[in-house]
């Protein structure tokens, strides 16, 4: 008896430190398209991975908090989050906001992170970050050990 239960606890060992391989690390991440990151993690949702943010992530590259499930995000002491409000291309190469495309963002946040940009004022043209102390009152923080994440 005493050796099967050896066995099914090593068994479970070795399944969870495989499982703690399953993340995504997201280290610097200017962000982009829309689309595409609304895909991405559209299909990242699916896998069980958990995120691991462990730097910039920038932009279009929030929406992660939007699409991924809080408990499946971590972030390190490194993460900063930028947010700002969408914008397209108008002549010249100029920035116009895309209020519809801001707004459809800002309501996929998670409530606290909502919160935090409103009491900020909003999303604007101009850049604001999420990092430190506040950033890890939203999410879990993550530690790397020996190359592998750990979540705490």
């Not at 996929?108 to 009491?119: D, H, K, Q, T």
Request: aromatic letters at 8%; charged letters at 20%; hydrophobic letters at 45%.
């Amino acid at each position: 008896m005493k050796l099967l239960t050896l066995s099914l606890a090593s068994a479970f060992l070795l399944a969870c430190a495989c499982d703690s391989h399953a993340v995504v690390r997201i280290a610097n991440d200017r962000g982009g398209l829309i689309q595409r990151y609304l895909d991405r993690y559209d299909e990242l949702k699916g896998t069980g991975q958990t995120v691991v943010i462990d730097g910039l992530c920038a932009s279009a590259c929030t929406i992660v908090l939007a699409k991924i499930p809080s408990d499946r995000v971590c972030v390190t002491e490194r993460a900063n989050l930028a947010f700002h409000a969408a914008w397209d291309l108008g002549a010249g190469g100029r920035h116009i906001t895309n209020r519809e495309a801001t707004r459809m963002i800002f309501s996929m946040y998670p409530a606290p992170v909502r919160s935090w940009i409103s009491a900020r004022g909003g999303l604007s043209p101009n850049t604001i970050f999420l990092r430190g102390a506040q950033l890890q009152t939203i999410f879990a923080r993550c530690y790397l050990d020996a190359a592998v994440f750990l979540r705490l």
